[in-house]
């Protein structure tokens, strides 16, 4: 099974983000 920061952190790098916010960030945002 893949974590689902593993996967945030996939579709972040995929959209061309520069640096994937640190865990914990999508949640308050």
Same mark, same amino acid.
Request: charged share 20%; glycine share 6%.
């Given at each position: 099974? +893949?974590?689902? +920061? =593993?996967?945030?952190? =996939? +579709?972040?790098?995929?959209? @061309?983000?520069? =640096?994937?916010?640190?865990? @914990?960030?999508? &949640?308050? &945002?």
């Amino acid at each position: 099974m +893949i974590p689902p +920061i =593993a996967t945030e952190r =996939a +579709i972040l790098q995929a959209r @061309g983000s520069p =640096a994937p916010p640190p865990r @914990g960030s999508m &949640d308050h &945002d």
